[in-house]
């Protein structure tokens, strides 16, 4: 078993709340590690794929819950969201720290169906596909060391990627680590279709369900670019409102995700669109049809689905960073751009631009300059990751850093 990042908040979280939930997109590795929480702390373990107990938990959802041993560990809880009063009642009745881990391959607190929430008394940490730094077996260094003021740590050799297409396509879900490329997409083909005819049906009740296989590979293509709802209505065929309610959908599977605009309080305008990203470039390769071959020829794409990998790696490691994390992207009317600001809640900043090629030129940091001019003493430093083997200063708290340095850290 590859042993998540995420492990030390979950027990953080455990120790001193009653309710810690667990979500994410289906095959993250959800169940394998309730499974293993479940043998670890002594719990009793439900999963609401088994027919039998989805049965009983919709029939009496109260009687359910308060029939369980606690602690107890219930999986794919969003099946039946009537469970959550149940757990809030149980909760309210027994208040203690660590009685429930529950897991869900949708978001369930903006499902319309759950009238109650358990504010004040959950805990909800995400689990995305595999990082870079579990493949490894590291804890990744890359953030705190960025908001320490510090350049990246340097890569470990042994976990250097053989080429940028190669780490594009490869799949971050867990079950696939020994697939072949031919295995890898029937894989693909068998995840979308489950999704689409299985949990869009389960959550929306919608029979309609034509539009949406190719307003995802619409999506895909558009990856890490500006989210225009206008250009999508029109390119996939339907109406605004079926677009709003097919992509909030997306987003509630965690297929797909929005990267906001840093709004800062500056005096030039700035771009308030979100990018659009894919919860993993391997999916987002095969709703493309784009292997290895494609995207050396194609470096407009490649660099399209790099930009993606990359905020995908971030975003993970921000699921168990010490501190609070945002991440966001910054384009100013006049085309001054960068592809990543992340911001911690005392407001200091680090930029992130990434760039597919090996050259790279002081301008490259013109718009690092340009940020870290504006917010002044909030800016703690820039990198520019990039296709070479060094990390090399350019300018004070400038570096160019190889990719690989996005996953350096200390092995566990």
Known sequence: MIRRNITSKLADAWADTPVVMLIGARQ????????????????????????????AAAADPQGFIHGLTLPAVIDEVQK???????????????????????TGSANVLSLPRISESLAGRMEIHTLWPLSEGERAGYQESFIPSLFAGRPPDPPDKRHTPTSLPALISKSGFPGNLKRSSTRLEEWHRSY??????????????????????????????????????????????????????????FEMLFLV???????????????????????????????????????????VLMGHLLENFVANELKKQTCWADATVEIMHYRTASGRELDFILEDRRGHMVAVEVKSSQAIKA????????????????????????????????????????????WAGEKD
């Not at 039946?80 to 529950?102: C, N």
Request: aromatic share 6%; proline share 5%.
């Open 28 to 55: 993250t590795g959800k169940t394998t590690l309730a499974i293993d929480w479940a043998e670890r702390h002594k719990a009793s373990y439900e999963t609401l794929d088994d027919a039998a107990v989805l049965g």
């Open 80 to 102: 039946i969201p009537a469970l959550l009063p149940a757990i809030k009642l149980r909760v309210d009745h027994e208040r203690k720290p660590g009685m429930f881990l529950l």
């Open 192 to 249: 979308v279709t489950s999704i689409l005819q299985r949990d869009v049906r389960d959550l929306a009740k919608i029979d309609g369900l034509t539009a949406m296989p190719n307003l995802l590979k619409l999506l895909a293509a558009r990856s890490s670019g500006l989210l225009n709802t206008s250009d999508l209505t029109r390119d996939a065929g339907i109406p605004n409102s079926t677009l709003k309610r097919y992509l909030a959908l």
């Open 257 to 299: 995700y929005r990267l906001p605009a840093w709004s800062g309080k500056l005096s030039k305008r700035l771009i308030k669109a979100p990018k659009v990203m894919l919860c993993d470039t391997a999916l987002a390769c095969h709703l493309l049809g784009a292997g290895p071959g494609l995207l050396r020829k194609d470096r």
């Open 363 to 406: 301008e490259d940091f013109d718009a690092m300059r340009d940020l870290a001019g504006n917010v002044k003493s909030r800016f703690e430093c820039g990198v520019l990751l990039h296709d070479g083997s060094r990390v090399l200063p350019f300018g004070k708290h400038l570096w160019a850093a190889p990719i690989s340095s996005l």
